[in-house]
């Protein structure tokens, strides 16, 4: 290895990826490869002798590129944004730099400690209450890799709890002998919404844990009420509810659970209360995006509700992946749950219990730097920057709003969500063709946006309102649209765009009928 081939090299692949990015939103941002187009384009085996880099970055160009979906394109508007930005590039190339296994403390005391402080300015900014800096030293904030982790680590942590108060219940009961860790998880029960997203469900299935859907209500959010009767029914079942996970900004529609409802019925039955706002949690960056937390803390008391929160900077706050920023109330069930000392982790450092060792705050043992990117993001941005990029998408979406709602064929499903516009044909459109499923129609025009033009768009699928029930057999029929979500790279001319390849499929489909 040769310190000036890398100098050399580096420059070129920095070039690579300015070209790519002036040009990025000239190609489909879908990729149009076939499953298994690779392996024929390669040799079958690595090569016996070390080839040069130019004849490497030749075959990203000729046979990796076409295989890539443009999640940096300005003309993605599909699942959630994920977007990077130059900074954030150029700290994660730091981090690859110095590729510290930062599991403990010694092990690259930086890593542990600029997380600390990263996490902490990062809740300041989102404005997350005190009790979870790290500062406070009983609650703090830790980098995950996903939201998904987050959730299995938040159930841990909330098994822990129960665990450790079942305990301390039987003891006082003079029942201590009788206490068995499995016979305790087999009665809990952990709680999501229909509209919760997958991961949680997922997490619990790692677990061997039960998990239990709470209906949304017609705005696709839990309420209070509806939680407090099923921990009810399963109390008097005698089993235990032990974790509920809130989402803030559903992957379908965007809802947001009633959290000022849900926080005291969690506090009250001993519910560990896990919010998930992976991809609407950057938006708090802006104040005035903050009702969306309501609930959070009691506005009177100040006492926090929500025993631990996730979001995901590497959505949409600039941060490319992976950044998912969690935070906890109280650390110490996951610690006590996570800990584990064999010789050859021992230190002074750990031993003296003056620091934080992030091992205990995860799954894997090895964590990369993941806070310098976050933290060149925080720089180079400054708090009024990144305001800026959510104001600017939130604007966008707006206008994109005006344009589906300027049209009388189309309707909103549900209102706006900050950046994500959820919208379909109108059912009363194809009044004229009973019997015809406006929800194929809307597939139809999905299909058409994203196997005919530069744009990416998802689609997705929620239950009806109970008025539009079936009066026959009261079946709620599912009601399929499209999503429109938007994020930093995009203008306002990719937004115009993406609408008139929308509008100009829902023409052809609608043409095709008559
Ligand atoms: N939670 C919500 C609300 C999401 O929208 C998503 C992904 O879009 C996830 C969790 C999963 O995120 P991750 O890929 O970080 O696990």
Redesign the pocket.
Known sequence: QDIETFRKNAKEMVDFMCDYYKTVGDHSTLSRVQPGYLAPLLPKKAPEDPESFESILADVQQHIIPGVTHWQSPNFFA??PSNNSFPSLLGDMLSGMINCIGFNWMTSPACTELEMIAMDWLAKLVGLPDAYLNTSGVGGGVIQ???????VVAMIAARQRKLRQVKTEMEAQGKGDEFNEQDVIKRMVFYGSDE??S??KKGAMVLKLNFKTVAADDSYAVKGATLKKAIETDVAAGLLPTFFVG?????STGATDHLSEIGPVCRDTGVWLHV?????GSAFVCPEHRELMRGMVDETTGEVYVDSYDF?P??WLLVNF?C?AMWLKERADLVDALSIMPAYLRNKASASGSVIDYRDWQVPLGRRFRSLKLWFVMRSFGAKGLREHITKCVNLTRYFETLVTADDRFELIVPRTLALACFRIKPSVLSAHPGLDVNAVNKQIADGVNESSNFLITASEVKGKPEVADPATGKVAMVYFLRVTIGGWSEEENVRGVWDVIRGQADKVLAELR
């Open positions: 699942f959630f890799m996903s939201a998904s982790d987050a959730s919760a997203h991961c949680h989402t803030i900004g559903s992957t998930d706002a992976a991809w609407a995901n590497h959505k992976d998912s």
